[in-house]
């Protein structure tokens, strides 16, 4: 029997946020055995492959240097630190500390964009 859009998209939804969790626990395992650094170069090469095989096979190379913005950089500069400080955590903090922590961050960005960039929240965001 086929799914529904909206069963089909729970189902895909609930097997993504069960891979993010079972890639968080095999880091966290792996930092058992290894350095961190060494730990996050591994993971940034099979996530920078994995990308880089999606973003060829959708065709999204050929626009790559519309992406060359100094805000891009700055955002990647930032991500980067981010994964490096939330890797760090994991190594230290118990998993369902660092998922609950996870669960939480939508909340207090959508909270900071509205006390320190003044936008408007209201009950649908």
Known sequence: MPLSPNARSALLMT???AAFVINDMLTKLSGLHMNMGQVMAVRGLFASALVLALAWRQGALR???E????MVALRTLCDICATIAFLL???KVP??????ILQALPL???M???IVFREPVGWRR
């Open 67 to 70: 992406a060359a913005h100094p």
């Open 63 to 65: 626009h790559f240097g």
């Open 89 to 91: 955590a994991l190594a």
């Open 112 to 114: 900071g964009a509205a």
């Open 95 to 100: 998993l369902v500390s660092v998922s609950a």
């Open 108 to 110: 207090a960005v959508t």
């Open 15 to 17: 097997l993504s946020m």
